[in-house]
């Protein structure tokens, strides 16, 4: 209160004068100088928490300067004085506030549940990590377990730990690997399911890291990382490794490796066990592309080191467009008969397109629609689709409806008829679609985006995972 009051007589005079622009750019100058002053420290070596990570901390130092700024902003609100000027820095002003609750999020969290076998990933939704940290605050830590599974769908088990994993991985049995544990987690058969997806894990991890993650000394630093901090995955790694001397069929709350892969720990099938095997995949994958962009990040750290006031004011511009374009959207369905003539840059042309390709066995079109790393050459792509393609041949489809729920998501549900080695294939699938930006990430809305297919369709034909098969599953 004692700053907003010193600064209330200084906003009049300022807002009177000539020179009030230039009060303006001075304060947000000052913040950039003083940021400036206290470069982002680039080492190798990881910092104790992950709100001390380098891009955390560049939020982390706007904070007490933010201040500044709202309390400016608020101030003139108050005495009734209207201006863009202000109206612009209160805006903004606001916008980095309310992403600065959730920079202890994730150490929170960990603190929390990493000796539980859970840890935090940059796969994870805020609202479950905010939902299952209220729980545990209030010491209802089995509803706070109970509400991290949750979020462990098998749509998101699909998106985060099979789909995305395939960017990284050609071989073909380590996805059929982990299709058959999604199978067998929700036929609840986790007797079969646990000791797969451990076996994908360490498959996976080892053709990244060139040894298994699991030896002692390996090394899954990752510079700037969520999963790679020590807190999450490392100590996940840590703690799922411990030695099991003597055989034992006590029944587990963590997927203890060892234990469960030679044979000796033989109370682990249960759902709490499988999910935890999961959260281990997901972790995976998310340090996977970290190590892969970790270049790319130290270099993006020390171009922002250069960062103008133009830029953050143009970043200010395109986040508020950014808001004002999702609070606007409404979501859209379009139901049978689905017309042809879509508009080229949509979803539903997108799903169409890729459905088509398939059926023409046109494997360089389906893989600039197919989800994949920006990075990734088509041919290689092409040739993963040729691969994919190969073991159930597309004879028709059928869009039945078309739903997209936000900006960035869709799908459609899609009637089709195939062959394989065994016999014909058919039925209902949902088929999804996500609009991805030129990084390879999900677009905002003012971005220049285009949309991508789930792939995992071929093997929803392939495994018959049709729509009413997966509604039975989740009743």
Known sequence: MRTQFWLAPSVVLIYRSYYFQRYTRAILSYI??????????????????????????????????????????????????????????????????????????????????????????????????????????????????????????????????????????????????????????????????VPLVLIACDGFAADILGTSPFEKDADLSVFDSIAGHPTSLPSLIKLLTKGVRKSSDDDLTLPLRHGILHGRSLGYPNKLVCMKAWMLMIALVDWAADKESEA???????????????????????????????????????????????????????????????????????????????????????????????????????????????????????SMRGQISSGKVSGKFKIRAWRYNAKGDFAMPTDDGYWVVAQGCIFDLLYQRTVETIEKENE
Do not use: C
């Open 32 to 193: 950039f100088l003083t940021i400036h002053d206290h470069e982002l420290e680039m080492t190798d070596r990881p910092p104790k928490h992950i709100a001390k990570n380098p891009t955390a901390q560049e939020l982390a130092k706007l904070m007490p300067f933010v201040n500044m700024v709202s309390a400016v902003a608020s101030v003139a609100d108050t005495m009734g004085i209207k201006s863009n000027n202000f109206s612009a820095l209160g805006a903004m002003a606001s916008d980095i506030l309310s992403q600065s609750e959730v920079l202890d999020l994730p150490d929170r969290f960990n603190v929390a549940f990493s000796s539980k076998g859970w840890v935090v990933t940059n796969s994870m939704s805020l609202d479950m990590i905010r939902k299952a940290l209220a729980l545990h605050d209030k010491g209802e830590s089995e509803k706070a377990e109970e509400a991290i599974q949750e979020w462990f769908k098998e749509e998101t088990i699909r998106l985060f730990a099979i789909t995305r994993a395939k960017r990284f991985d050609a071989t073909i049995g380590r996805l059929d690997q982990l299709n058959e544990a999604l199978r067998l987690t929700f036929e609840e058969r986790y007797i079969s399911a």
């Open 296 to 414: 790319s990040r130290k270099e993006e750290i020390k171009r922002k080191e250069n960062f103008s006031l133009r830029d953050f004011a143009e970043m200010s511009r395109k986040r508020q467009a950014d808001k004002e374009a999702m609070d606007a959207f409404l979501p859209r369905e379009i139901t049978a008969p689905v017309p042809e003539d879509f508009d080229p840059s949509s979803p539903e042309a997108a799903i169409f397109a890729f459905l088509s390709a398939w059926q023409t066995k046109n494997f360089g079109t389906m893989a600039k629609l197919a989800v994949r790393n920006a990075n990734e050459p088509i041919n290689k792509v092409a040739g993963e689709m040729r691969q994919d393609a190969s073991r159930v041949v597309l004879s028709s489809f059928e869009l039945h409806s078309f739903t997209q729920s936000s900006l960035a998501a869709a799908f459609a549900v899609v």
